[in-house]
């Protein structure tokens, strides 16, 4: 019976094979066809996003389904060792010889006996893999119907996207694309600019907004919430930087500037380039000057002959220096330019010479001027001090340089080395703040023009300057009017103005008294003179005809020219100091008397 048995066993491995394949086909159709079924869903209904991070998945979990189910229901139904050898006889055509044989082997009758000698003869000749062949099953066409239709499902089936998802899917997926790129734009401005207020040696602390504020917008993702918060941070920035800009530290480098725009050449001699640069406001190149001079001076690579010259020379500047710490009449002139008459700019330049606190006393006494005016007035004169303070400090260091040119003048040199330093480190910071400055407008300009153009888009969308223009100039807040801007940022309701696309024109509106009650009345002391204001064209003639002598004594005007010159700018120092004296108000002719009458 064992070889009987054997061959039953291998039958049966092979059946459960042949039906494993049959149940495959089924399970496989089905999986398909629920996959099938989810894709067409997917497409219709436009739900990509929900469905595309589990596909991978779906398609193990079908995979691994169809095979497992198959396998478990194939060993559940697997035929018993009679139904084999019952399958076995019949396509072997063995008449029952195997299936009886195991049915009666345990039998001691000879003719069962008999069965189980004749099974085993011809089980030992017997071929299973003729008798039970491996076929594909029955149904081997419906799951490659069923999967290429899925195919032609999967790559063909346009989106018609039913319920809108893929759209919205898609405009937040752009969204969240954008806000990145808009938070990394904003950070790398922000380190640019930080930078500069950083060597222009401005602080900038951001206020706090609330959870209503532009803050709590830009949390939710939205660009244009988080450009608004920007272009809030850079006006205010750019504020402050204005703020800065007017202040007192500018107000003294102007000062400075003016000052050395006045000293004049002290003749030939090693300190020539040196008094140059002075002259220009140049203290970095003066200071190497000055380096180099007394390099020269230590070294003894100077003759006798010119030290003696360069000692006329710092005579010369520390007379000059002296002289400007002593000159009130730039602040005379300063003040007249703003508005006061020429003997209250004198009592004022003379007050500020002596005490800036008389100076503050004297303003809140002059009713006629507001806060601002006061304010703006105190800040030239202290700047004004201070620069005289800083001449004053020049010329003792220029005058002890002189005197111990013989001795080296080391301890003078490196007083006047040290005046240089600081005026050249205020020079440096000015010029660092109108970096700042110029960066923040460029960039509140920049980010203002993104904010119209994303709130307010072109119907052609190409977001270009012809588009901007044609619906109304919406580029953003920049240039010269950025401080002015509204801190809020650019407002949503409308484009906004572009400072480079207009002109601003000041007018005073026709208007009629109707004999309305007086709103405000402010009383002014001195003759009222009707006519054009002299003032600021005089000083503009002044500093034109500064810088021609300037750059007359440095040969940078043609000698042939130097007469034209001087004529030109002697005709126009003439004519601002012709100043016509008007009648305010003609007077009437006076009545005629009344003739006597004789008495009677």
């Not at 790559?155 to 694309?177: H, I, K, S, T, Y």
């Amino acid at each position: 019976m064992n070889q009987v048995r054997r061959v039953v066993r291998r039958a049966a491995w092979r059946l459960w094979a042949v039906d494993l394949a049959a149940t495959l086909a089924v399970t496989t159709t089905a999986v398909l066809a629920m996959l099938l079924v989810a894709r067409v869903v997917e497409r219709v209904l436009g739900l990509t996003s929900q469905f595309a991070p589990w596909w991978r998945w779906a398609w193990i979990a079908g995979a691994g389904l169809a095979v497992l189910s198959a396998i478990l229901w194939t060993t559940i139904r697997r035929r018993r060792n009679i139904a084999v050898a019952v399958e076995l006889d019949e396509r072997a055509g063995l008449s029952e010889a195997l299936s009886t044989a195991l049915y009666v082997h345990a039998s001691e009758d000879p003719w069962a006996r008999s069965m189980v000698e004749t099974a085993e003869s011809r089980a030992k000749t017997l071929n299973v893999r003729q008798a039970i062949p491996f076929t594909p099953p029955p149904l081997w066409p419906v799951p490659v119907a069923v999967g290429a239709a899925l195919a032609l499902v999967w790559w063909l089936l346009p989106n018609f996207d039913l319920l809108g998802r893929a759209a919205a899917q898609v405009a937040q997926q752009q969204r969240q694309e954008q806000v990145v790129q808009v938070r990394a734009e904003v950070q790398d401005k922000e380190k640019i600019l930080q930078n500069l207020l950083s060597k222009a040696k401005v602080e900038f602390k951001e206020e706090k907004t609330t959870s209503h504020g532009l803050d709590a917008a830009a949390a939710l993702n939205d660009p244009a919430a988080i450009r608004r918060a920007a272009v809030k941070k850079l006006t205010e920035v750019t504020n402050k930087l204005e703020l800065e800009k007017s202040g007192d530290r500018a107000a003294k480098a102007d000062a400075i500037k003016d000052a050395m725009r006045q000293l004049k050449q002290p003749g030939d001699g090693p300190l020539d380039e040196f008094s140059k640069d002075l002259a220009k406001g140049d203290f970095e190149k003066a200071g190497q000057q000055l380096a180099k001079l007394s390099a020269q001076m230590n070294d003894g690579k100077m003759t006798p002959q010119q030290k003696a010259v360069a000692k006329e020379q710092m005579e010369s500047l520390a007379k000059q220096f002296e002289g400007l710490a002593n000159d009130q009449k730039q602040l005379e002139k300063k003040l007249e330019q703003k508005g006061l008459d020429k003997k209250t700019a004198q009592e004022l330049a003379k007050l500020a010479a002596k005490s800036p606190e008389e100076l503050a006393k004297a303003m809140e006494k002059m009713k006629n001027l507001t806060p601002a005016q006061k304010q703006e007035l105190l800040k030239l004169a202290k700047a004004a001090m201070e620069c005289q303070g800083a001449c004053q400090n020049m010329s003792k260091a220029m005058s002890q340089a002189a005197k111990g040119m013989s001795e080296g003048g080391n301890a003078a040199m490196a007083a006047l080395a040290d005046e240089l330093s600081d005026a050249e480190m205020l020079a440096a910071d000015m010029q660092n703040l109108d970096s700042a400055l110029s960066e923040a407008k460029k960039q509140l300009k920049s980010m203002g023009e993104a904010l119209s153009e994303c709130e307010n888009p072109s119907k052609d969308g190409d977001g270009s300057k012809a588009s901007r223009s044609a619906r109304g100039n919406g580029g953003g807040r920049g240039g010269d009017q950025a401080g002015n801007s509204d801190p809020a940022g650019p407002r949503p309701d409308g484009p906004v103005s572009d400072p480079d696309d207009f002109r601003s024109v000041t007018k005073k509106a026709a208007m009629q008294s109707n004999g309305g009650p007086v709103i405000g009345t402010r009383v002014v002391t001195g003759p009222q003179v009707r006519g054009e204001s002299v003032a600021e064209f005089a000083a503009a003639v002044e500093a034109g005809e500064q810088e021609a002598m300037e750059g007359m004594d440095q040969n940078q005007i043609p000698r042939e020219m130097q007469d034209a010159v001087k004529h030109y700018f002697g005709t126009l120092g003439a004519k601002a100091k012709a100043t016509p004296v008007v009648d305010p108000e003609p007077k009437a002719p006076a009545a005629p008397a009344p003739a006597p009458t004789s008495p009677k």
